[in-house]
């Protein structure tokens, strides 16, 4: 019997975005399935409700759905005669409310109204046109999560050109290795940011990349003046760049790509995932307003830099008429007494958050430093607490509903880079059940199949979906970019999405996710997921971080976990027992690891994933195929050499 950890007040079946739009489509707000059927079952009129129900600026012409019977997935298309622009869906609205609130790790807090914003975009978008940027030119961010970037990237929206950023902590290599393949027309950067206390000037790195990049005519740089830089492109500071003048939206067929995402790319060079303006903006509205419950006035935040897919998410808040918080910074600082875990707490108080995003990894944190944001912080407005990145282990439910707020929802999400959204999320008429996902995403045909390809309840097996949805990628950026992309998620399956995450189905229409499926752990030839071993290690305050991986011995696998231990503690065999112990309770005999080893860092790609993969490559001898991906790779040297001897 699953335990669930907070239920609906019955005024939510009424009151909720979710529940309103069911009963305005006939249906009854407490059967789920019946809606869930409907959206997947009749896709067009489903989405066109969605477009209708969110009042969508635009035009979304007759045709809802033309679905291709021979490409079902790949080759239907969503309202294919629609004509809109996202920029002006996330600038809709009062331009007396704040829109933004930008914040910082140094305690900096501005309040940008709409009005606001809309002059900045607008005269951004002005030194666009100026520089030959229109429909389909491609313009690249090297920016922190600040409001230039905002602007910059509703400035590219605006005038119908495709927007694609990285991170300013991303090496050179690995954002050539990204901007650089979609032939980025104007860059805007920030040549110095400042991080967990600490300045960081990266104008060499700026003129090593623009040398990469002969495309660029155009750099736009944002921040305190600096030396000019030496490079082809014409150089101008961010405030000078524009001028006054009116703003405009040049509407885009639905289809037309808004943004350019990446894979991780540890396994080769990061794949250009192109994204849809119609396919972005529904998916994220139906997110938000229905299974978020976000309404106008509501406050969001998610800690995320400019690279991640949360970050476009974010910002998306704009449509329903909430305000989202750009936080720019390290979220735990260190102090002279230790870790200091109140910078996004301290900006959710005072910004008044009602759905803040975050990651396990954060909340393990905060645990193991016996941080309770609730009892420390007023979080009275918090109405939703939502993570994503991992799974969530039971554990964290618990202590989120112990430490953080009793009467909110905790929603433990799922999707990806690929569909720019969730398969699997929360809901504001459901309740929360410990260690699960609460809900199949409306309008996903969500299921979990074994090896015969059937869909299963309760057992293990691939997360695919099995009906087309508007937020599929457009397609792979650069050469053969369909072929790559049917590769990547149909080649498994013929016109079935297989996401690559092994997960759950539960009787209660819930989920869980068990982890990768290219990390799955398969000793003896039995499959199992990797998600329970990193739960049983989350309870250990003697670790910091873990990472488990399969290796390769005699024609079988055997279980590797890592683990890097707190200061002042060390990998004895009384630990090593109680671990095994640990994870043989809370998951099975197979999933207790062969050998424990104590290492000193875990391996990360730059948004922030553990590679498991690279690990593995690594112990094996094998070279890493793009190292530019990870954020720390120096630390897999210590991987090449792990000793099977002194193994604890």
């Known amino acids: 019997m699953s335990s669930v950890l907070w239920t609906p007040a019955p005024a939510a079946f009424q009151s909720s975005n979710l529940a309103r739009f069911s009963t305005a489509n006939g249906f009854d707000p407490r059967d789920y399935d019946t809606l869930h059927r409907w959206s997947i079952g009749d896709p067009g009129a489903f989405w066109r409700a969605v477009w209708d129900f969110a009042e969508v ?9 033309l679905r291709d019977d021979n490409a079902p997935m790949t080759g239907s298309r969503f309202l ?29 807090f501005q309040a940008i109204t709409l009005a606001e914003l809309r002059r900045l975009v607008a005269r951004t978008a002005d030194g666009l046109r100026a520089a030959g940027i229109g429909k389909g030119d491609c313009v690249g961010g090297i920016l922190a999560n600040r409001v230039e970037g905002l602007v910059a990237l509703l400035a590219t929206l605006s005038v119908g050109a495709v927007w694609s950023s990285c991170s300013p902590d991303f090496g050179a290599a690995a954002i050539v290795d990204r901007l650089g393949q979609i032939g980025v027309k104007v860059l805007f950067a920030a040549p110095r940011y400042r991080y967990a206390g600490k300045d960081h000037d990266i104008s060499g790195r700026l003129a090593e990349i623009l040398a990469a990049m002969p495309t660029v005519t155009a750099l736009v740089l944002t921040g ?4 000019k830089l030496d490079c082809a492109a014409d150089c101008v500071s961010f405030d000078d760049f524009g001028g006054d003048g009116p703003l405009t939206f040049e509407r885009v067929p639905f289809d037309h790509p808004a943004y350019v995402l990446y894979t991780s790319g540890t396994t080769g060079a990061p ?9 972005v903006l529904l998916q994220h509205l139906k997110e938000h307003l229905l299974h978020g419950d976000v309404r106008p006035g509501d406050v969001m935040s998610w800690y995320t830099n400019t690279a991640w897919m949360m970050y476009h998410w974010l910002i998306s808040g704009l449509a329903c008429g909430a305000s ?22 301290t ?53 989120v509903y112990e430490h953080v707020k009793r009467d909110m929802i905790f929603a433990s999400i799922s999707g990806g880079t690929e ?8 809901s504001p008429i459901h309740p929360v059940r410990r260690g699960e996902l609460t809900v199949k995403g409306l309008g996903l045909a969500v299921a979990v199949m074994d090896e015969r390809n059937a869909p299963v309840i309760g057992r293990q097996g691939d997360l695919v979906c099995t009906e087309p949805f508007p937020s599929m990628p457009l397609a792979f950026w650069g050469k053969d970019g369909d072929e790559r992309y049917h590769a990547t998620y149909f080649a498994t399956r013929h016109e079935i999405w297989t996401h690559g995450d092994v997960a759950e189905m539960t009787a209660y229409g819930s989920g869980v996710i068990h982890g990768r499926s290219d990390t799955t752990l398969k000793p003896g030839g039995v499959r199992i997921g990797t998600a329970e071993i990193y739960a049983a290690c989350e309870n250990f305050a003697e ?78 001898g094998k070279p890493v195929k793009n190292m530019a991906s990870l954020a720390n790779p120096a630390c897999l040297e210590e991987y090449r050499t792990l000793d099977r001897s002194k193994a604890a």
């Open 224 to 227: 305190e003046p600096s030396a």
């Open 543 to 620: 670790i910091e971080d873990c990472l488990v991986f399969g290796a390769p011995v005699e024609g079988d696998e055997e279980i590797v976990l890592c683990v890097k231990l707190n200061d002042g503690y060390a990998l004895t065999p009384e630990l090593a027992a109680q671990i095994r112990g640990a994870i043989r309770e809370g998951a099975s005999p197979r999933h207790v690891p062969h050998r424990i080893h104590a290492v000193q860092a875990v391996p990360y790609t730059l948004n922030g994933k553990r590679v498991e993969g690279a690990a593995r490559t690594t112990l094996e």
């Open 80 to 108: 294919p005669e629609a004509k809109l622009n996202l920029a002006e869906n996330l600038l809709r609205g009062d331009g007396e409310r704040v829109a933004v609130i930008e914040a910082d790790e140094g305690g900096h």
């Open 271 to 279: 794949k250009a995932i192109v994204h849809r303006a119609g396919g």
């Open 324 to 345: 989202v918080v750009l936080y720019d910074g390290a979220p735990i600082l260190k102090s002279a007494d230790g870790l200091d875990p109140s910078p996004l707490w």
């Open 419 to 426: 569909i720019i959204g969730c398969f699997l999320l929360g």
């Open 57 to 65: 600026v635009g035009d979304p012409g007759a045709i809802s759905f």
């Open 347 to 399: 900006m959710a108080e005072r910004a008044r958050v009602t759905h803040f995003g975050t990651s396990p990894k954060y909340l393990a944190t905060l645990a193991a430093e016996n941080y309770a944001p609730g009892r420390l912080h007023n979080l009275s407005p918090l109405r939703s607490l939502l993570s994503a990145g991992a799974p969530v282990s039971p554990a964290q439910f618990d202590w």
